[in-house]
């Protein structure tokens, strides 16, 4: 299962939990599956076209997917997705 | 001191003055709010009888300066520039000589907000990414606060600039990635340890401190906004903290309006914004930094969007300059002005120089050029192109000999 780090404005929605695990072959399916567990988790993350919001950065085993292949980025059994505010401006 | 509360730059939420610094409901960046009609008018004299450093502004700060721990960060020359301009074309060039802080960069006016905010928040530890210069200021703020600190820089920084920030016995943490991935990290660790991350958790108050460079150039050239400031770009906060400052004086009456146009200068090895300015795009692609410039090496600038959004407001342009041209242009302000620059400064004054060749700036306008950092933390940046001293033994003979042929005629 893949382990996701849950930021703090996100913790409300995982009944506080900091690291929570998922399934998926893609991003896309990890967020899928994390709406799954924790409804609203998607629509935090995600804008109304499905794209990751301006001032959200996901990295897959610490590596920014903006550099990969975005939401379709393949994530291993154990990977680790870290969900990171954009510290401040965004950009994609 | 007039700060509030703290608003969602995106969806304009509004929280208390806590060290927060990320909005609960869209993820957007918080900034310091201000009830600027509760200041005293005229908001100048308030400001002129005020201590000769950044402090004079605290009533548009984000905390008051404690006098225990204060560095006196600030309050640093505006040089009228005049060979310097002479040879650019312009008659009223100023250079905001902003290398002679307590630590030598600007970064003593962010940290100096930071520092003082983090003690009240009771913070026990003083961190940050750096590319360098930060971790300079917050090692030397945090031991004059009393603090522990520990920063976190990318592997490769100068020499200069970690000897410097040694000195005061932080914890130093090389981490082997560039300095996007130092600043994931320190995210990381700040959602997990309660460390004052200056320019993570801490950002909404730290970058505030920016807007000093404006408010004293404004104060320096009369009470006036420049017609063009030309800043460089690392996370791009500094820029829009500048223009903030002058809008704050326009808002409060202290200056009679704001037309200043603000240029971005960056290194070609990582120009991510000056990329978006010329393709038109809102969005802006990270990049991975290779430049000398390593002080400006953000492949993923934070302000980068705020930064489009206001030079495309107000006519200024991104531009990005080669390396070469940024050790030029740290050769032309010491040879011209006698201030002698990091790499920064030489992308500042390599792009000030495009500009002006391209016929940016009318010949009186007045232009305002940003250095930010001193030559000493990247001496690896001009070693090969200094000439050696002229060895001669104790003689007159040898001197004008050797000498005198090379000083030559005085032009």
Redo the contacts between chains.
Sequence with gaps: MVTV?V???LRRLTSEQ?LVKATGKTLSEVVRDLERQFPGFAA?VLDNDGKV?????I?VD?E?V??LQGLQTPVREDAEV?I????????? | MSAQQLKCRECGAVYPLDPIFVCERCFGPLEVLYDYDALPRPLQRTFEAGPKSMWRYESLLPSRRDPEIDLAPGFSPLLHALRLGRKLGLEQLYIKNDSVNPTWSFKDRVVGVAIVTAKRFGFDVAACASTGNLANAVAAHAARAGMRACVFIPRGLERGKVLATSVYRPTIVEVDGNYDEVNRLCAQIAEEHRWAFVNVNLRPYYSEGGKTLGFEVAEQLGWRAPDHVVVPIASGSLLVKIHKGLSELHRTGVIPSVRTKTHGAQAEGCAPVANAFAAGQDQIQPVKPQTIARSLAIGDPADGRYVLRLARENGGRILAVSDEEIVEGISLLAETEGVFTETAGGVTVGVLRRLAEEGVFGPEEVVVAYITGMGLKTAEAVEDVVAPPIAIRPTLRDFEANVLGAVGAVS
């Design positions: 780090r930021p703090a404005p900091r935090r919001l301006s001032f959200v950065n990295f610490n920014d903006r550099f870290a990171i505010p954009a510290m401040a401006g965004g950009t994609l």
